[in-house]
């Protein structure tokens, strides 16, 4: 029973891998993309429901999260065509994340991905990209993001720079001092 976070987890990398072979936006894509979100939310859920949280369905989570951004980005950059601007921005913040993951190695000898509200609001916004492209527009909804992202990337960074010990559920960078 307490590994039942963690298959939904592993769910999602599957339906993760599933995305590849779809045609983007066709609507079995959708649902599939659909299902890989709302595990996403699950598998957390019911591993504190459980008391089932450990620190390996931390991490397998995490991992899950970030290789499902980037399948999302290889398929995303290329079907909406994004401008130069956006290609760059998101460079950048790819490029933080991965400075921040070294930096967390470095210090807590473990990759320190971060459960902040950010990095979740990050998620969600991810998440709801094509929802939000249908609703305001490509740059709008690539700005919101990113904007987003940034933010949530920066943040970690921050927090493996300073914080002490590596906290995985810290809320926000105004957690530090507690």
């Known amino acids: ?26 609507r079995q894509f959708l649902i599939v993309y659909f299902l890989c979100g709302i595990s996403d939310v699950l598998d957390g859920m019911i591993a504190r429901k459980m008391n089932a ?3 390996r369905g931390q991490m397998l989570d995490s991992i899950a999260d970030a290789f499902m951004v980037i399948v999302l980005l290889s398929i995303f950059v290329p ?4 401008p130069l601007w956006g290609i760059y921005w998101i460079a950048a913040i790819a490029v933080v994340r991965l400075i921040s993951l070294g930096v967390g190695f470095i210090r807590y000898r473990q990759l320190a991905f971060l459960h902040t509200y950010a990095n979740k609001l990050t998620g969600i916004a991810l998440f709801t990209f094509p929802f939000l492209y249908i609703g305001t527009g490509l740059y709008a909804a690539a700005i919101l993001v990113c904007l987003i992202a940034s933010i949530s990337a920066i943040e970690e960074l921050i927090i493996n720079s300073v914080s002490i010990k590596l906290r995985r559920d810290i809320k926000s ?5 507690k």
């Open 53 to 55: 949280v450990s620190k």
């Open 1 to 26: 029973m307490k590994n039942i976070p963690n298959l939904i987890t592993m769910t999602r990398v599957l339906g993760t891998v599933v995305l590849l072979t779809m045609e983007p936006f066709s």
């Open 79 to 82: 079907s909406f065509q994004l």
């Open 173 to 177: 960078i105004f957690s530090l001092r």
